[in-house]
């Protein structure tokens, strides 16, 4: 499955993570089998009403839930530490790519529930970071062998959301050169040799979204409802793809019409159609939403 940037189909495959999982920690059973399965993309959208109070206090316990629960849907083992190690291994060195953006970071709940995680794997604790700002600099990032990537869904000015693929845009010395055409070219990102094959987990975080801005850093708390939800997925543009349908939803229904984002989120088209980084169609899509339906918006 070559295109233009000489990606193979396995190199496809590890873009979406599960052939990752396998090759990069020693499992060529599991890189064998999902490589030749070829089947959709799995996207778990888990939704609780009690994981964000009234007054935006985010529920850690019920988040450690959502997360686990998440997981093994998508492994099928009956603890989520099994499904940790199918995936992490003890001897890893695993960074934590969150987003600080500081009207709307990826809660420290949220990212105590991955470490906790990836520690009951048994990997050291010296073996584990999070950032997001200074990734280039921190040593655990350096050398990492496994990444988790995690941030907020948000509306943006230059790439229409902040997403998925668009959070590894820290690890280029560089970022504003992703900025022309609203970032299109983000899925180069994961061609980087700090990056490439290393993904084993993305989480959306849809608690709080912001389906709507108005320039640059713009932040008003009327445009961030309380969603509740956490998309989880091997396949960062798929997980991109659902959430980029539940904003558009949400902006359809709050304004009353079809109100496009502007500029388009098409960065996480090309990422799938010329970086083969995922699935961007709902056909190749296999979403399992668990949870509250009420208001799920897809």
Known sequence: MAGNSGITRRDFLKGAGCVAAGVAIGLPALADEMADTAVKSKVVLIRRADA?????????????EMLDTAVMQIWGEETPVACWRKFIRKDDVVGIKSNEWRRLPTPPEVEAAIKQRVLDVGVAPENIDVDDQSVLDRPVFQRATALINVRPMR?????GVGSLVKNYIMFDPEPPKYHPDSCADLGALWELPIVKGKTRLNILVMLTPQFHC???HHFDPIYVWNYGGLIVSTDPV??????????????????????PLS?????I????KKFHLGASEMERIDLMKVGLQEGVLI
């Open 155 to 159: 509306s943006h000015a230059w790439a």
């Open 263 to 267: 500029p388009s989120a098409h960065h």
């Open 214 to 216: 108005a320039g640059p």
């Open 52 to 64: 964000v109070a009234a007054d935006g206090t985010v529920n850690a316990t019920v988040v450690q």
């Open 238 to 259: 798929a997980a991109d793809s659902i959430g980029l349908q539940i904003i558009q939803a949400k902006r359809r229904a709050y304004f009353g019409e079809d109100r």
């Open 269 to 272: 088209m090309i990422a799938d």
